[in-house]
């Protein structure tokens, strides 16, 4: 997990990276529902038109990227983290 204080730092890069493109494993996707890993930023896609005030009080930050565990094995979901993230940092 990336502590607090680092998450600005962290999703500047991961948003500068074109994040999504580096999960294998993971797809991006706003459903949530399925039984495939799902991964999302919430500010952008499922509450892209909440106001921006509002966004914060519901926990809704720029830095939060939210996944879904599927069925997929946890240990290939872990390696597709670890790789996508050490593409990018």
């Known amino acids: 997990m990336v502590e607090k204080k680092n998450a600005s730092t962290f999703w500047t890069i991961f948003k500068s990276s074109n994040w999504e493109d580096h999960l294998q494993v993971f797809k991006l996707g706003v459903s949530l529902g399925s039984t495939e890993s799902l991964a999302e930023h919430p500010h952008s896609m499922t509450h892209a038109k909440v106001d921006d005030e509002l966004k914060p ?21 872990i390696q597709d983290l670890n790789a996508a993230l050490n593409r990018i940092i």
Do not use: A, F, P, T
């Not at 519901?58 to 979901?77: A, K, P």
């Open 57 to 77: 009080k519901i926990g809704i930050s720029e830095n939060l990227i939210r996944l879904s565990i599927g069925v997929e094995d946890y240990e290939d979901l």
